[in-house]
């Protein structure tokens, strides 16, 4: 796994900016080599942050929407539509104003879907389906994602991998439903630490000074069972996408100077 490489921007703004137009280069970049790309976007106000300052940007013309696949770490186990799942948040922010490929789009499954409220069952689908995108390349049962997203939280939780909870210990699955999570809703699906590793680039945000601890914690060493964005490591990239706050507990010795 790679090393963390840390990019510390001034605000959240200009790091929601700066994130967006790197990705659309990762995205143009793999596209022009493999004729397609791979993404994971992530939730929460840092992740659809990024979505809404990708949607502004003029730049997102040079990527070809149509050959974008787009997965996702974790999701909240509430009916289609519900405005608190990840899908439908990423869908006001960006998916509505691109034309994406509608086959291309995998969402993790809502509780009124095939699966009903079984969210085992549900996590064993996408865990499937997943399966099914990975080629003899990605040597593994996930497809190597070009960039995958993650928002930080406070508790050093990723995608919804808590603290000590059963989730994080997975070592064999790539998919898991979640019950009990500390953090509304209870009920949730994600993609297990060693499906997060299959990416090629992992990229960690985190904003705001209630991250601080969290990224301080996450970056000193500490175990993935008790700080679950410690564990979040890219194949050939660990990047994580920090403001002036969220950094603000971190010793200047971890991030160069020139960061914007």
Not at 78 to 101: F, I, K, M, S, Y
Not at 177 to 203: D, F, Y
């Amino acid at each position: 796994m790679s090393t963390p490489q840390l990019v510390v921007h001034r605000d959240k703004e200009l790091m929601a900016q700066a994130a967006a137009a790197r990705l659309i280069t990762r995205i143009v970049d793999a596209q022009a080599s493999r004729g397609h790309a791979s993404v994971v976007p992530t939730g929460g106000r840092n992740g659809n942050g990024l979505l809404a300052a990708l949607a502004a940007e003029p730049a997102r013309d040079a990527v070809d929407w149509g050959r974008l696949d787009l997965w996702w770490g974790d999701e909240r186990f509430l009916p289609e539509g519900d405005p608190e799942r990840n899908v439908t948040q990423a869908r006001e922010a960006l998916l509505d104003a691109v034309p994406l490929d509608p086959k291309r789009v995998h969402a993790m499954p809502a509780s009124d879907g095939p699966h009903g409220t079984d969210v085992e069952a549900a996590a064993e689908s996408y865990a499937e389906e997943l399966a099914r995108a990975a080629g003899p390349e990605n040597h593994g049962a996930v497809p190597t994602f070009d960039v995958l997203m993650l928002g930080v939280g406070p508790d050093t939780h990723v995608a919804s991998l808590f603290p000590e909870l059963p989730a994080v210990r997975e070592t064999e699955r790539t998919v898991v439903g979640v019950r009990g999570a500390p953090k509304p809703p209870p009920t949730r699906v994600t993609l297990t630490l060693p499906a997060i590793r299959a990416a090629r680039e992992v990229w960690l945000l985190a904003a705001g000074e209630d991250k601080a601890r969290a990224a301080a914690i996450a970056l000193s060493g500490a175990g993935e069972i008790q700080a679950p964005a410690a564990g979040a490591r890219g194949r050939a990239r660990t990047l994580w996408l920090l403001d002036t706050a969220a950094a603000s507990q971190l010793p200047r010795s971890l991030y160069p100077p020139a960061s914007p």
